[in-house]
């Protein structure tokens, strides 16, 4: 278009009477011609877009004080294929009608608009009153392209010195924020001034704007998720959406007076999920304008006088979106949120889809094509398009019967109906699932199960809602326990969602007002406290912590700090807020659980969450360290095992959110000593994995601390996590909580427990009943010693205790539960099932459970230039079933009594199930267009697994003999399928068809033929697994499994990984299969392939286990049926022995034999292991029949195991093995290995020179007071015994060539692994044919070690080769020993059995407490004994005057009717041993054995003695009880489940250490003399001395447990000066607690004690941090200041008994 010089002087006329629209002049008409559009795709491999665009007439008057616009002649393009050009290029698109809603749609964009324009940009835009909010939203992106800001509006200045600088008005560069369609956001002006090419004398002008989406006050964004996170802090992160927008103007004129001619805008939205290491999706905007004619006015717009006005160009999401008001309920304001649509004809679809998904499947079917996930997406698009009156209607369409009565597949498609119910998660939806409650459409047990996530799934968060909510829940009736708990905690969701809603991208969102939030919070706290109920009020601080409200940390403060004195449970659901808003609060939440960590009289379950919380606030360097020094004095070892393994949790976690804070762990640990601690002590746990080249990984957390009481932990938390581009989502984590566990842990896994009782009455077969008990004939004596020392009986704490389950960080299930909740265990210790049950279980129980599941939903949108919305979504839903039936016979009877209480003969489990999971991963990036369709890029993940299993078990009892039969199907199925699918798509949405499935979509193909990859395994036994894949990998990403192992199979991992890396590979590879980071179609399945000529029907697996005792000549030992003794002549050896036999039957016959065995006597070890295979010939794949043999035995030389250093016993060990196989097993092929271990140079000269080694010093420090067996001398014995020295000799023979590949590649990664270390070669070498020889020498320091291989032609010396942690030396001692105890023990720590032991006058109890007692002469006190009801033992010691200086000690051991005595019988008499007052010969070459006293077989015992190397062995199986005496130091181990049951010198065992001192009647002593006569038994011959001070200070009682008494150090302030000496500005505190009551009790009988007690006192007027925190912390715990100095005393008063009010 040319412009002359007249009209552009007429201009800028016009211009000077309207100054603020330089473009347009008055009564002047502007037609431009506009075209938008925007596509999606990608564009690394393969260029392929999905779009639309629509393209018009721009109509611009300026009518004096306003510009009016409109647009005309309006035609939309769509398309779906490959192009060549860049999406932020232009490129052509077919425009033609498209769809039938397209007159409606140019009817609304033809609306005109009335704008205000003021210095070139838009104060106020107008629109008619009914043009919906998206055709407002298409009309703000073209007004945005008018803006031109040449003054400089809202200019953001580079520097401050700028502010010095005059403004220049041609400024040619230049930051301002500015208004427009994606926000006010900062926009960077370019300016290039330049004569006009035609007319030198006119301008023309340039002008580039850049949008910076990152820098902006406010971003219209729309985002909801199942999965919430949170930002790590000081992680490096990027996000996965980058925009970016590039506009280009040419002016003709200059910034006063132009007339814009031609408009370019380019965006480009960038999505990146996985880092910057993956494949990107790109979705591009192209709009141009160019001014095609300018006139007058001849037909001026017209505008209505109903109107609705804007302020901002920033795009808006829709009108009801917002906060506080007003919401619909009854109506889908998200699914109408930009663009209205119905479905017809939709209860037949959801009928149909209903059948569909409940049909039961068979093992045929080829589920995967079945598309359960598409069904279930597609309900949930119908639902959430529904209207709560329509679901009502579809309720009573397809719903409207009774669960219990329907048929199985009417009550599946009940079931699918309130799942979905649940995760569509719209107003109507809510509001309908809240409806069939309150109509009793569903159980309320029933509807809190459906309904528990149903807050997680709500994406129309509005006030309406959320008090719509709050009534319905106030409404629920408490005696509906699972149903108000669940709708409580879903509220306490609901208002943090609408309250403190904070998302990944930190678009704080918030839904309620904050009058309405600040009420919830305070009405909720009401409840609280007015609750009467334990239970309640722990639900009610929990839905306080589900809120997450900043405003709750004033209220919880006090109960955190103990000053308001609640249970112990709700002070640790109060520490779980403090966890929401730990970074805003950090020096609050500081002060308040730093001096709680330190207070060592706090409960310790309290005081792991006050250090947990610290560790949360990333503490500096100082504080860490400071904590780590405290830990040399700490008294609670569950404190040090805590934090010792927090501290080492956190150093080796790969997590972003953990880097920080263990970087500074990592410092702390080097100068820490390293504690050893088994699982009964609190632990810290953390495995899992990142990855840092896609920027994602996952990890799960666990920690428990120990009970006082019980094996089972006082509280245990696991947490699954996820990682992903910095942020953090907590997936699922699990709280349990209780005490009292030990009334079950003792019956199931005591020492007579349900799973480890020999005893056949007790044993698992007889779990139903339990059998009258023994009568003890030794009572007599035992009950006098008791009633003199007026033992109490200590009982375990009622049962009580909860599980909470979170999703992302929110309860949504709370179980509380006591003892009347399990009504079928009894007092007596078993457990109660009726006589109906067998006939249920022998007649076949039928079962069939199905879930549909939303795993993840997750939709974020953004709005375009283009002024429609850009959404990015994820779904996973999933289905899952399993179906079957399972049989249990029991002969001959199945309840003991039914069969005289005899053992079983056999019995018998058939299981014969079905299940089934389906997964698919569904990510879309999409544009929303007005016409009802989606444009964009979508990728389907499938992942589908099943295997039906039809086995059947029986177990011979008298043989100890298991056979299964497993019966594999006949038929071909698909086991395993993943499936990746990418594409464009265009998706019409009111349509039936899955995004996946629609007519238009084009599948993305990388390359025309895709690679096709085929194996079958297992075809020889007659079963065979066909595995077949299609891919189109690129080369790039077809190494990306390689890569990872060769980036994880390095020297450095294979050192640092150690046990986790098989973990860690599990965990990567399970993520990575639903999580696809490249754009790649893969399609992989595994089938389960019968062989069609010979197929394998049945698998029979027989497993019989063996021990028994033998001679040389292989007969019997005499049967213990009697008391005997045993000589121990080395012919006869106890012998282990496990056969396993698996047969697979049919046309092919397959037989595989393993037998492994021990054997070994007092002295002496041998294991053997055989493995055996056989096979027929098969038709097809080979005609000769197969057999392979394995042979293995390792010897062990005579090896000292009682803790002496034996210098000329020969350390060596050797192991044989050999391997044959082909047609038979004696001309086959042969591979022979014998190898020797021996102690190498490096542990020589540690032999040599013992004061090498590390425990040296205070092993022969503990020797030299009898301690043979302390800890120290355990670690120096078993490293004195450990061989590092291998040669192995390896000959072969007969081998077939397809060994060389594998010795190829066995020899390829060796070479990889170790090309490093390779010192030499010798390729010349000339070695016996046949023959290989290995040397390996492994350090003693580093986990390295040097090897020499010689092969017959070449040698190679290896230095350095770093070794995984868990391999290395060889440890004969421990396998001499027991191998499977010695593992057992190694993975599960908390099955070592604690110990005690005492000598001289040292006592080192249970607890791990050492102190001094002089017991008197001649005077029994008891040691050890069982204290509750039960009374197993009791283990009395008294100390004698003897001759010899090896004897100073006698003892006495009573279990159940047996009495043990080991005494001298006068002053210069030997050690004898008594049993039931009869004098027994026991030496070095006997042993002694009592059967156990119900036969459970020829060869078990009761008791067994064996006196070696001058000490008693003395060992009960059935007792828990293991003693070890030589006449001056004792041993005791006993069992764990006697954990808070025992009492004596040895404690307690109940891992508190404050209170070690308490005597036979519960009471608590001051000092150790005091302790010690307390357990002394009273006797004619004994003289317990007078001056003994034996007054109880006061009577236990647990912390926090809801008891009368609590003990709290007395506080004087005030001192007086004349008659102390101490000045009056003191307080004094006494240095021991002080008993009170509690509030809610009083004194009993007003009964009093008067005692002097001790003070330690400080000055008041010294402002330090140590004194005001006495004072506080004496308000609500005990101090721990007994070994502080005493400064002042006076006498006390404090209640004797306190009792409930």
Not at 1089 to 1106: I, S
Not at 1537 to 1557: H, K, M
Not at 1665 to 1675: A, Q, T, Y
Request: include cysteine; hydrophobic fraction near 35%; aromatic fraction near 14%.
């Amino acid at each position: 278009m040319t412009f002359h010089l007249p009209i552009l002087l007429a201009f800028m006329l016009a211009c000077l009477i309207s100054a603020d629209v330089p473009a347009f002049t008055i009564d002047r008409e502007y037609t431009y011609h506009y075209e938008g559009r925007v596509a999606t795709g990608v564009a690394a491999n393969v260029k392929q877009f999905a779009g639309f665009g629509f393209k018009g007439n721009v109509v611009i008057q300026n009518q004096g004080n306003y510009l009016y616009m409109k647009l005309e002649e309006i035609l939309y393009g769509q398309f779906n294929d490959k192009v060549n050009v860049s999406m932020s290029e232009e490129f052509q698109m077919p425009y033609a009608p498209i769809h039938d809603k397209q007159t409606i749609v140019n009817e609304v964009l033809r609306k005109p608009v009335r704008i205000l324009v003021e210095k070139g940009l838009v104060k106020n835009f107008y629109v008619h009153f009914d043009d919906p909010e998206w055709s407002v939203n298409v009309k703000r992106g073209i007004l945005s392209l008018f803006q031109l800001n040449f003054d400089r509006v809202n200019r953001i200045r580079f520097s401050k010195s700028n502010y010095l600088k005059q403004d220049d008005d041609n400024e040619d560069f230049f930051r301002v924020m500015e208004d427009g369609i994606g926000g006010d956001c900062e926009t960077i002006y370019e300016i290039n001034s330049q004569p006009y090419y035609k007319y030198p004398n006119e301008r023309v002008i340039n002008v580039t704007k850049h949008r910076h989406y990152d820098h902006c006050t406010n971003r219209p964004t729309y985002f909801f998720s199942t999965h919430q996170g949170y930002k790590c802090d000081n992680c490096k992160t990027q996000e996965p959406l980058q925009i970016s927008s590039t506009t280009e103007y040419h002016i003709h004129g200059d910034r006063r007076y132009h007339i814009i001619e031609k408009i370019y805008n380019t965006g480009k939205y960038i999505f990146t999920p996985f880092g910057t290491n993956s494949e990107s999706v790109i979705s591009g905007v192209n709009q141009t304008l160019f001014l095609m004619e300018t006139s007058s006015i001849k037909d001026p717009i017209k505008f209505p006088n109903n109107f609705k006005t804007y302020a901002s160009l920033t795009y808006n999401i829709t009108e009801n979106f917002h906060d506080t008001k007003a919401v619909d309920l009854d109506e889908a304001n998200y699914y109408s949120r930009h663009f209205h649509y119905k479905f017809n004809n939709y209860k037949e679809k959801v009928g149909e889809y209903l059948a569909y998904l409940s049909q039961n499947h068979e093992v045929t079917d080829d589920f995967n094509e079945k598309q359960y996930p598409e069904k279930i997406s597609q309900l949930v698009k119908i639902f959430g398009s529904l209207s709560f009156e329509e679901l009502k209607d579809l309720y009573k369409t397809h719903m409207d019967y009774s669960y219990t009565t329907a048929t199985p597949e009417k009550q599946r498609q009940k079931q699918i109906f309130y799942d979905v119910l649940t995760i569509t998660g719209t107003n109507p939806t809510v509001k309908f699932a809240l409806y069939t409650l309150e109509n009793e459409y569903l159980p309320s047990n029933v509807g809190a199960q459906y309904f528990d996530h149903l807050a997680f799934y709500v994406k129309d968060h509005s006030e309406a809602l959320t008090e719509y909510f709050y009534q319905f829940t106030k409404k629920i009736n408490k005696m509906e326990t699972s149903l108000y708990k669940t709708f409580w905690l879903a509220f306490g969701t609901l208002v943090s969602h609408g309250c403190e809603h904070k998302n990944w991208h930190h678009h704080d969102t918030y839904h309620i007002s904050k009058a309405t939030c600040k009420r919830y919070l305070e009405e909720v706290i009401g409840y609280f406290e007015n609750a009467a109920e334990p239970w309640e009020k722990v639900l009610y601080i929990r839905t306080i912590e589900n809120m997450a409200m900043l405003e709750s940390f004033s209220y919880i403060k006090p109960i955190i700090s103990g000053e308001k004195q609640y249970d112990i449970q709700i002070r640790i659901a109060s520490f779980n807020i403090l966890y929401y808003f730990i970074h805003e609060l950090r020096e609050e939440v500081l002060s308040l659980v730093v001096p709680i960590f330190y207070n060592y009289t706090e409960s310790t379950a309290v005081r792991i969450s006050a250090f947990d919380l610290l560790m949360y606030t990333n503490p500096n360097s100082d504080a860490l360290q400071s904590i780590a020094d405290r830990l040399k004095n700490e008294p609670n070892q569950q404190i040090v095992s805590f934090v010792y393994s927090s501290f080492k949790a956190l150093a080796n976690s790969t997590n972003p959110c953990n880097r920080e804070v263990g970087a500074k762990t990592r410092r702390v640990l080097q100068n820490m000593p390293k504690y050893k601690y088994s699982d009964l002590y609190a632990h810290k746990y953390l495995f899992g994995y990142f990855n840092d080249k896609y920027n994602f990984g996952g990890e799960t957390m666990f920690l428990h601390s120990g009970s006082n009481e019980s094996i089972v932990p006082e509280y245990a938390y696991i947490q699954k996590s996820g990682n992903m581009l910095g942020y953090n989502m907590d997936y699922f984590s699990m709280e349990f909580h209780g005490v009292g566990f030990n009334k079950f842990y003792k019956p199931l896994f005591g020492v007579d427990g349900l799973f480890t009782s020999q005893d056949p009455k007790k044993s698992l077969l007889n779990v139903f009943r339990r059998y009258p008990r023994n009568i003890d004939t030794n009572k007599k004596e035992l009950d006098e010693i008791e009633s003199k020392l007026n033992i109490a009986t200590r009982e375990s704490q009622p049962v009580q205790g909860g599980f909470t389950l979170w999703m992302f960080n929110h309860q949504f299930r709370y179980f509380h539960f006591d003892e009347t909740d399990i009504p079928t265990y009894k007092d007596e210790g078993y457990f109660y099932l009726p006589k109906e049950l067998p006939k249920v279980f022998q007649n076949g129980l039928k079962f069939n459970l199905q879930k549909t599941m939303m795993l993840a939903d997750i939709t974020y949108e953004v709005p375009t230039e283009i002024g429609f919305p850009l959404s990015l979504s994820l779904q996973y839903p999933a289905y899952a079933s399993i179906t079957g039936e399972w049989k249990l016979n029991v002969q001959p009877g199945f309840f003991p009594e039914d069969r005289e209480f005899k053992k079983p003969t056999t019995v018998e489990i058939d299981l014969d199930i079905k299940p089934l999971i389906h997964v698919q991963a569904i990510g879309k990036v999409a544009i929303k267009s007005p016409i009802l369709n989606s444009y964009g890029f979508g990728i389907t993940h499938d992942v589908s697994m099943k295997y039906p299993l039809k086995l059947g078990a029986k177990y011979d009892v008298k043989e100890n003999k298991f056979d299964f039969v497993y019966k594999p199907s006949q038929s071909k199925y698909e086991m395993f399928n993943m499936k990746t699918r990418p594409f464009t798509f265009i998706d019409k949405r009111n349509n039936y068809v899955a995004v996946v499935d629609e007519p238009l979509n084009k599948d993305i193909h990388l390359r025309k033929v895709p690679h096709e990859v085929s194996y079958e395994f297992g075809k020889v036994i007659g079963q065979s697994l066909q595995y077949h894949e299609e891919h189109e990998y690129s080369r790039k990403s077809c190494s990306s499994v390689y890569n990872f192992f060769e980036n994880f199979v390095t020297k450095k991992n294979i050192r640092t990984y150690g046990k986790s890396t098989l973990l860690s590979a599990y965990l990567y590879f399970k993520d990575r299969s639903f999580m696809p980071t490249r754009i790649v179609p893969v399609d992989m399945k595994v089938y389960f392939v019968p062989n069609a000529d010979q197929p394998t029907t049945e698998y029979h697996t027989t497993v019989v286990f063996e021990k028994y005792y033998k001679t040389a000549t292989q007969s019997p030992l005499p049967k213990v049926s009697a008391e005997i003794i045993v000589p121990t002549d080395p012919t006869y050896r106890k012998h282990s022995a496990v056969h396993v036999t698996i047969v697979g039957k049919g046309k092919t016959e397959n037989t595989y034999k393993l037998d492994y065995a021990t054997s070994h006597d007092f002295h002496k070890m041998l294991r053997k292991m055989t493995f055996d295979y056989s096979r027929s010939a098969v038709a097809g794949y080979d005609d000769k029949p197969f057999k392979m043999c394995y042979q293995y035995s390792l010897s062990l030389p005579k090896y000292n195991t009682w803790y002496s250093f034996d210098s000329d016993v020969e350390k060596t060990a050797q192991i044989v093995e050999s391997l044959n196989f082909g047609e038979d097993c004696s001309t086959g092929a042969k591979i022979d290995m014998t190898t020797v271990i021996e102690r190498s140079d490096e542990e020589k000269e540690f032999d040599a020179n013992p004061k090498l080694y590390p425990t040296y010093n205070e092993c022969t420090e503990q020797q030299k007071q009898g301690y043979n067996i302390s800890r120290a001398c355990r670690s120096m014995f078993q490293e004195y015994y450990n061989l590092r020295k291998y040669t192995s000799n390896i000959h072969y023979e007969n081998l077939p060539s397809t060994f060389s590949a594998y010795y190829d590649t066995i020899q390829f990664w060796w070479k990889y692994l170790t090309a490093s270390n390779v010192d030499h070669v010798n390729k010349n070498a000339r070695n016996p044919a046949n023959h290989i020889k290995v040397f390996a020498n492994y350090s003693m320091g580093e986990a390295k070690l040097d090897m020499q291989i010689f092969t017959p032609a070449k040698n190679i010396f290896y230095t350095d080769i770093y070794y995984p942690n868990f391999l290395g030396h060889f440890s004969p001692f421990n396998l001499k020993l027991d191998t499977f105890r010695h593992m057992k023990h190694k993975r599960f720590p908390w099955t070592k059995k604690p110990m005690c032991r005492a000598q001289g006058n040292h006592f080192h109890t249970f607890d791990l407490v050492h102190y001094t007692f002089d017991a008197p002469k001649n005077c029994y006190y008891v040691l050890a004994k069982d204290c509750s009801k039960y009374d197993k033992f009791t283990l009395m010691m008294k100390e004698v005057e003897h001759s010899s200086e090896d004897i100073h000690k006698a003892m006495k051991l009573f279990m159940l009717n047996h009495k043990i005595e080991i005494l001298p019988l006068d002053a210069t008499s030997p050690l004898v041993v008594r049993v039931d007052d009869v004098l027994k010969q026991i030496t070095p070459d006997s042993v002694y054995l009592l059967p156990h006293p119900d036969q459970i077989d020829d060869y078990s015992y009761f008791l067994k003695i064996v006196y070696i190397g001058n000490m008693y062995y003395i060992k009960a199986p059935s007792v828990g009880l293991t003693v070890i005496f030589n006449g001056d130091a004792i041993s005791l181990w006993i069992h764990n489940s006697y954990r808070g049951r025992v009492c004596g010198l040895c404690g307690d065992l109940n891992g508190e250490f404050t209170n070690e001192f308490m005597g036979p009647q519960n009471c608590v002593y001051n000092n150790n003399d005091a302790f010690g006569y307390s357990y002394v038994v009273p006797d004619q011959s004994c003289t317990i001395p007078e001056n003994v001070d034996r007054t109880c200070i006061y009577p236990y009682a647990p912390k926090y447990t809801g008891k009368c008494i609590l003990r709290r150090n007395k506080v004087i302030h005030n001192v007086d000066t004349d008659s102390t000496g101490i000045k009056a500005s003191n307080v004094c505190f006494s240095t021991l607690p002080i008993p009170q009551c509690a509030p809610g009790c009083k004194v009993f009988n007003n009964q009093y004690v008067k005692r002097r007690m001790g003070f330690h006192c400080l000055n008041t007027r010294d402002h330090s941090w140590s004194s005001k925190d006495l004072i506080s912390r004496s308000k609500t715990a005990e101090l721990d200041l007994k070994n502080k100095s005493e400064d002042y005393s006076e006498v006390v008063e404090y209640p004797e008994k306190c009792v409930k009010a």
